[in-house]
C-alpha cells in the first residue's frame, strides 16, 4: 500500500474536521497563557526575594535605632532574620505547592516551632483552584483534546457508513484504525512539543535533564490518554457512548480519584503532631517561668555544654536565661515536631505510590518534584530554615551568655540565610516507566477484547 | 473466481443463508435477485469476510475468505448500496486514498481523471469536496474506485440504486466491457431489466435459498418477470 498518500490525504481530512484546528489553536494559546502565568507567578515570588537582604538592612536600621540603648542585645528580641526558599529555574513550569506553602519566612530567636508554620494571606478560592500552569494544561485539558480528537475514530466511519468500504481493502482494519488514531494523535503531541520549546525560550530555562524528564513524562502522560480512548474504542460502541465513558474517565482520573485519595491520606493518616508541637512548644517555653533559673540552665547546658560557665542571675532578668528558656520549648516541642515530619514524608510517600497507578496524580507530582515545587521541597526549605535558626542563635549565645559585660556586636556581619537547592527528580524515570507500562497494559487489554 | 461451497449463515437459529452452492467463472457477471432479506447482501457480506459463516466456505480464486482475508481482498472489489466517502476530500482524493489502501501508487493524476471519465463524472466536479456530491455522484465515486483496484472480480450490492436511468445504463455498458475483460462479476439487485441487460446469468433467491439459476441469453425480459414473481410467490 501507498502509506505516503495515504497519511497524507487522512491527515488532510482530520484536519479539515469541524474543530479541530481551532482546537489546537486554542491548547496552543492556552498553552501560551500557562506560561505566562507560571512566569508571573514565580517573578513576583523572585521580586520579593531580591528584595530580601535590603528589606533585612533597613529592617536591621530602623531596630537598632529604636531599641539599641541603653542595651544593644535588646534589639535581639526585636529582630527579624529573613529567609526565602528561591524557585528552581523550571518552578513557572508548575508552581505546584509554592502557592500554599511560604516561600519566605521571618524569624526570631526565639522558639522556633512557633514561627515555622506562618504563611501569607491569600485568596482561599485562588489556593483551591490552583495555578493555570503548563503541568495543569497538561494534566487537566490536554486529555480533553484527546479524547474529543480520538474517542469516534472508528464509530464516524462506521456511523457515516465508509468503514464497510475501508474494510473490502486488503489492510488489516485493525492496522488501519491504529494508524488513523495515531495520526488524530500526532497533532496534539506536535502542539504540546511546541509549547514546551516556547517554554524553554521564553523561560530561558537550562537545557539540562530535566528538560528530558519533562518531554518523556508528558509524552508518556499524552500517550496514556490515547491508550485509554484506544481501549474505550475496543468496545466497538457510538461515538456518544466512547465520549461519555471517556468523560467518564477523565473525570474520575481528574477530580474524583485524586480527591478521594487525598480524604483517604488524611483520614488514615492524620497529623495529630501538628497540635502537639503547637502546645509542647509553648508549655516548653512558658514553664521555665515558674521553675528555679538553675533548673532550665542545667537542660540547656546538657544540650550546650560550651556555654555551662554562664550563671544565670537569680535576682533579676536576664537576656542568657530568657533565650535558654525560649530554646527548652523546642527541645520540648522536638520529638513531636519530627514526628509531624515523618508523618507527612509518610504521605509523600504514599501518594508517591498511589501516583503508580493515577496517572494525572503520576503526571502532576513528577513535574512537581522536577520543578522542586512539592512538600519534599518546602520541608527542605524548613530544615535549612531549622539550620539557620541554630547559627543565628549560636551567633549570638557567647554575647547573651557571659558572665561579664559582652564585647560590641559587629551587626555588619550577622548569618545570612540562602536556600535554593536545584536538582532533578528521581522518581521521574520510574513515572515515566509507569505510565507506560499502564498505556501498553490498556492497549494489550483492548487487543484481547477483540 | 468466486465460489461458495454450502454456504451457510444463521442468526440466532435462523437461516439468512442457507446452503449456498455457487461458482461465477470469470467473464461472468452473476445477478442475484430476490426480495429484501432474502440473503442477497448476506452472501457479499460472507465473501467479503464482514461476518463469518456459520458452515461450509467462500472462496476467491480458490482461497478462503475466513482464512486469508487480506490476499482475497487484493482481488475483489466492493461497491455498496451506499457509497460513503470522506467528505472533507474531493472526489479525486477519495479515490486517490482508496487507491493508496489497495496498493495502487502508480497512477498519475491524468489516470485518475480517466476513471472519473469512464464512470461518467465530470472533472469539475472530481476537484469539489464530496460533502457537496449528490448520492449518484457518490456512487460513480464508487465505481471509479473499484475500476482503479483493477480487481478481477466484483461485489456489487445494488449498485446503481439511486442512479439515473442514463447513469444506469452507463453502468451496465461499463459492466459489459469489465466481463469483456475477463471481470467476474457478483451483483445483488432489485432491477430485473438491468439484470436481463448485463447479466450473464440470474439467480432468484428466497428465505437463503438460491431457488434457480437461469442465462440470461436463454430469456426473455417478460419471462424473467414472470419466473421472478412464480418465485417470489408462497
Not at chain 1, 467518564?248 to 492524620?270: D, E, Q, R
Not at chain 2, 442468526?11 to 432479506?37: H, M, Q, R, W
Not at chain 2, 437463503?208 to 424473467?224: C, P, S
Amino acid at each position: 500500500m501507498n502509506w505516503p498518500r495515504f497519511l497524507q490525504l487522512e491527515l488532510k481530512n482530520f484536519l479539515a474536521g469541524r474543530g479541530v484546528l481551532v482546537g489546537l489553536l486554542v491548547i496552543f494559546l492556552a498553552g501560551l497563557y500557562a506560561i505566562e502565568h507560571g512566569r508571573r507567578v514565580i517573578a513576583a515570588q523572585q521580586k520579593v526575594i531580591a528584595a530580601t537582604p535590603a528589606m533585612q538592612q533597613a529592617h536591621l536600621e530602623k531596630m537598632l535605632a529604636q531599641h539599641a540603648t541603653p542595651d544593644p542585645l535588646n534589639t535581639l528580641y526585636y529582630l527579624n532574620f529573613f529567609t526565602t526558599h528561591e524557585p528552581s529555574s523550571y518552578a513557572p513550569l508548575s508552581v505546584g505547592l509554592r502557592d500554599v506553602n511560604p516561600f519566605h519566612l521571618k524569624i526570631r530567636i526565639l522558639t522556633l516551632e512557633g514561627q515555622l508554620y506562618d504563611s501569607d494571606i491569600s485568596n482561599p478560592a485562588t489556593l483551591a483552584l490552583g495555578n493555570f500552569d503548563l503541568a495543569f494544561l497538561l494534566v487537566f485539558l490536554y486529555p480533553l483534546l484527546i479524547i474529543a480528537f480520538t474517542h469516534n475514530t472508528l464509530s464516524s466511519e462506521q456511523e457515516q457508513g465508509i468503514w464497510p468500504l475501508l474494510c473490502s481493502q486488503p489492510v488489516a482494519p485493525q492496522k488501519i484504525l491504529a494508524v488513523k488514531a495515531c495520526l488524530r494523535f500526532l497533532p496534539i503531541a506536535a502542539i504540546w512539543l511546541l509549547t514546551l520549546l516556547v517554554a524553554w525560550l521564553w523561560l530561558q530555562l537550562p537545557l539540562d535533564r530535566r528538560f528530558g524528564f519533562i518531554t518523556l513524562i508528558s509524552l508518556a502522560y499524552l500517550l496514556f490518554w490515547l491508550a485509554v480512548s484506544w481501549f474505550v474504542m475496543s468496545f466497538q460502541r457510538s461515538s456518544n457512548f466512547n465520549a461519555l465513558s471517556l468523560l467518564g474517565v477523565w473525570l474520575t482520573l481528574t477530580i474524583l480519584l485524586p480527591a478521594a485519595l487525598n480524604v483517604a491520606l488524611a483520614t488514615f493518616l492524620p497529623v495529630p503532631e501538628a497540635f502537639a508541637v503547637t502546645v509542647n512548644q509553648r508549655e516548653g517555653y512558658h514553664q521555665q517561668w515558674d521553675r528555679p533559673k538553675a533548673e532550665t540552665m542545667q537542660r540547656f547546658f546538657q544540650r550546650y555544654p560550651e556555654y555551662a560557665a554562664f550563671q544565670a542571675p537569680t535576682d533579676k532578668f536576664s537576656w542568657g536565661w530568657y533565650y535558654a528558656a525560649q530554646h527548652l520549648g523546642d527541645e520540648d516541642a522536638a520529638e513531636s515536631s519530627a514526628r509531624l515530619r515523618a508523618k507527612l514524608e509518610r504521605r509523600q510517600q504514599w501518594m508517591r505510590r498511589l501516583a503508580w497507578i493515577v496517572p494525572t496524580i503520576n503526571a502532576q507530582v513528577a513535574f512537581n518534584q522536577i520543578a522542586q515545587t512539592e512538600l519534599d521541597d518546602h520541608l527542605a526549605y524548613l530544615d535549612s530554615v531549622r539550620l539557620f535558626h541554630e547559627q543565628v542563635r549560636k551567633h549570638f549565645y557567647p554575647y547573651l551568655l557571659c558572665n561579664d559585660a559582652p564585647p560590641p556586636v559587629n551587626w555588619a556581619q550577622l548569618p545570612r540565610h540562602q536556600f535554593r537547592a536545584e536538582t532533578s527528580g528521581p522518581h521521574v524515570p520510574v513515572s515515566v516507566l509507569s505510565l507506560l507500562v499502564l498505556s501498553i497494559g490498556l492497549t494489550l487489554w483492548a487487543r484481547g477484547r477483540r | 473466481m468466486l465460489e461458495a461451497i454450502n454456504l451457510t449463515k444463521a442468526y440466532n437459529g435462523t437461516k439468512a443463508l442457507d446452503a449456498l452452492n455457487l461458482k461465477i467463472e470469470p467473464s461472468e457477471v452473476f445477478c442475484l435477485l430476490g426480495a429484501n432479506g432474502a440473503g442477497k447482501t448476506t452472501t457479499i457480506s460472507l465473501f467479503l469476510n464482514f461476518i463469518e459463516p456459520t458452515s461450509g466456505t467462500a472462496k476467491i480464486k480458490g482461497l478462503d475468505v475466513t482464512t486469508q482475508p487480506l490476499e482475497t481482498k487484493r482481488h475483489i472489489a466492493y461497491i455498496p448500496e451506499q457509497v460513503m466517502l470522506y467528505k472533507n476530500l474531493t472526489g479525486l482524493e477519495n479515490l486517490e486514498y482508496f487507491s493508496a489502501l489497495a496498493g495502487h501508487d502508480q497512477y498519475s493524476r491524468a489516470e485518475l481523471l480517466g476513471f472519473f471519465d469512464q464512470v461518467g463524472l465530470q472533472r469539475e466536479a472530481a476537484e469539489k469536496r464530496v460533502g457537496t456530491y449528490s448520492k449518484g455522484m457518490r456512487q460513480k465515486v464508487g465505481i471509479a474506485i473499484a475500476l482503479a483496484k483493477q480487481a478481477e472480480a466484483l461485489l456489487l450490492d445494488e449498485p446503481t440504486s439511486g442512479l439515473d436511468p442514463k447513469a444506469s445504463n452507463e453502468f451496465s455498458e461499463l459492466l459489459k466491457k469489465l466481463s469483456s475483460k475477463g471481470v467476474a462479476v457478483l451483483m445483488a439487485t432489485h432491477d430485473l431489466f438491468r439484470a436481463k441487460e448485463s447479466g450473464t446469468r440470474v439467480g432468484m433467491m428466497r428465505h437463503g435459498k438460491l431457488m434457480t439459476t437461469l442465462k440470461t441469453e436463454e430469456i426473455g425480459h417478460a419471462d424473467l418477470e414472470r419466473i421472478y414473481l412464480e418465485h417470489m410467490h408462497d
